[in-house]
């Protein structure tokens, strides 16, 4: 079994900064690809940054220039660095790891004031 672990979710004022946090467990025995789904109310699921198991990443182009994603091997985590937060970044936060098939963490709240 692959259990996903998020954390960092929270409220904060726009042109704040958060980090999220997401640990992957279980019979993971390679590196993977992760990465960071978002979900606002009413609209649909987007990818917003993922990275392979050899540090390429890749970002949403509403996000590029503001967050960052990196990942940490030996520990089978992913990070999220949100810098210049907005209204519009308002979402539950969802990681996942691809491993035979896509595996989900449970998401995290963030919420971003005017």
């Known amino acids: 079994q692959v259990q996903l672990v998020e954390s960092g979710g929270g409220l904060v004022q726009a042109g704040g900064s958060l980090g999220l946090s997401c640990a992957a467990s279980g019979n993971i025995y390679t590196i993977r690809p992760m990465g960071w789904y978002r979900q606002a109310p009413g609209k649909q699921r987007e990818l917003v940054a993922s990275?392979?198991?050899?540090?390429?990443?890749n970002y949403a182009d509403s996000v590029k220039g503001r967050f960052t994603i990196s990942r940490d091997n030996a520990k089978n985590t992913v990070y999220l660095q949100m810098n210049s937060l907005t209204p519009e970044d308002t979402a539950v936060y969802y990681c996942?790891?691809?491993?035979?098939?896509?595996?989900w963490g449970q998401g995290t709240q963030v919420t971003v004031s005017s």
């Open positions: 990275i392979t198991s050899g540090g390429t990443t």
């Open positions: 996942y790891v691809d491993f035979v098939r896509i595996f």
